[in-house]
């Protein structure tokens, strides 16, 4: 057991094997005051897997209106957001009204950026919607519709022209509403 203090710190593993020959490996660790911690380090520009979401439990890096994984006990994760495997990994799966997931960024350049998010849902429901904020400062919303497949058919929908400012550290929320839908991934491009 490690007790870390606030911040970021790297963490190095040095292995020697019999024969004398060495290899290490650094791994960095960001800890946020509220005990938030990232899952992996993310960029942005970069890929933001859904179900890479902070560690820190429910109320600090998620809420999941359910407990338990609806998509599988232990599939990816051990805690109460509901994720599935699909045919390039994992997604989150029978998102919620008012259901959310945190998102700590190492490193977020300035910049103006088109900010695609994948959807898929086989549900009528019309009402629906993903919020994306970082900081607290809202960028926009995105509406899922039906696509009429849970693991299939996945829509992209875009954020065009958002201007972002750069730092370290940022917190990245994304706040589900409406009935159920899947969400696989946030990816941010630069223009």
Do not use: C
Request: charged letters at 15%.
């Amino acid at each position: 057991t490690v007790n870390l203090s606030n911040g970021t710190h790297i963490i190095t593993l040095n292995i020697t094997d019999n024969n004398g020959k060495t290899a290490s490996d650094d791994v960095k660790i960001t800890i946020l005051p509220n005990g938030q911690t990232a899952f992996k380090t993310l960029t942005i520009p970069g890929t933001i897997e859904a179900e890479d979401y902070d560690y820190g439990g429910q109320n600090i890096s998620y809420f999941d209106s359910q407990t338990g994984n609806i998509g599988g006990s232990g599939v990816y994760r051990q805690d109460d957001v509901d994720i599935e495997s699909n045919s390039s990994g994992y997604h989150l799966s029978y998102v919620t009204n008012n259901e959310w997931t945190e998102y700590t960024i190492a490193t977020v350049e300035s910049g103006i950026y088109n900010i695609s998010l994948m959807t898929t849902s086989d549900n009528a429901v019309t009402i629906k919607s993903v919020a994306v904020s970082l900081n607290g400062v809202s960028l926009g919303s995105v509406t899922p519709t039906s696509t009429g497949s849970w693991n299939s058919n996945w829509q992209t929908l875009t954020l065009s022209n958002i201007q972002i400012s750069g730092g370290t550290n940022q917190v990245l929320r994304l706040t589900f509403l409406g009935g159920e839908f899947n969400v696989d991934k946030a990816v941010f491009v630069q223009n």
